[in-house]
T-cell receptor, first 113, second 115 residues
């Protein structure tokens, strides 16, 4: 069964600090791995996407890394801002079939001033 | 170019009533996906549709739930005889095609509360 596990479940940091969120998956073979940001009461918004051949992808202060051998990904947030408070979701799409993605439960990040 | 539209944003139903959730994909997108998100849970895939076709409904409960995406108009997720366990946020996403690299753009969701 395809699974995506994220850690930590929740995280509180001070504004300006960096943080790293983790994602482990069992989806194989996989087509791509995405990180989404979901603000409270909103739909998810894509931050980064990586195929199995990519190791890292940046989007402003967000940098995602991928190790396809160990099936792990991380999302690093630099110089956090209050607006970074949200749920961050790791999503893995399998290769083949209907390409239906599997979503992690997300990491809830709270940035305090 | 408007994003994915969903309505209503909030829907309250009593047990036994029907709930109809609508989704208008982004302009030019012909693929629609419905997901359900329970409190403290990740999004769970329900159904994947193209215009006038259901491609994958493996995540859809066998009873009471149905979905359609007609040639004209929005996609509809219909829940008949709702029960309290149907209370959740229902998200719709659309993509331009089915490719392996396709990005799904999400709507704001419909929050269904069953009393």
């Amino acid at each position: 069964k395809n699974q995506v596990e994220q850690s930590p479940q929740s995280l509180i940091i001070l504004e300006g600090k960096n943080c790293t969120l983790q994602c482990n998956y069992t989806v194989s073979p996989f087509s791509n791995l995405r990180w989404y940001k979901q603000d409270t009461g909103r739909g998810p918004v894509s931050l980064t996407i990586m195929t199995f051949s990519e190791n890292t992808k940046s989007n402003g202060r967000y940098t995602a890394t991928l190790d396809a051998d160990t099936k792990q990904s991380s999302l690093h947030i630099t110089a956090s801002q209050l607006s970074d408070s949200a749920s961050y979701i790791c999503v893995v799409t399998p290769l083949g079939g209907s390409y239906i993605p599997t979503f992690g439960r997300g990491t809830s990040l709270i940035v305090h001033p | 170019n408007a994003g994915v539209m969903q309505n209503p944003r909030h829907l309250v139903r009593r047990r036994g009533q029907e709930a109809r959730l609508r989704c208008s994909p982004m302009k030019g997108h012909s693929h629609v996906y419905w997901y359900r998100q329970l409190p403290e849970e990740g999004l769970k895939f329900m159904v994947y549709l193209q215009k006038e076709n259901i491609i994958d409904e493996s995540g859809m409960p066998k009873e009471r739930f149905s979905a359609e995406f007609p040639k004209e108009g929005p996609s509809i997720l219909r829940i008949q005889q709702v029960v309290r366990g149907d209370s959740a946020a229902y998200f719709c996403a659309s993509s331009p095609d089915r490719g392996t690299y396709n990005e799904q753009f999400f709507g704001p969701g419909t929050r269904l509360t069953v009393l």
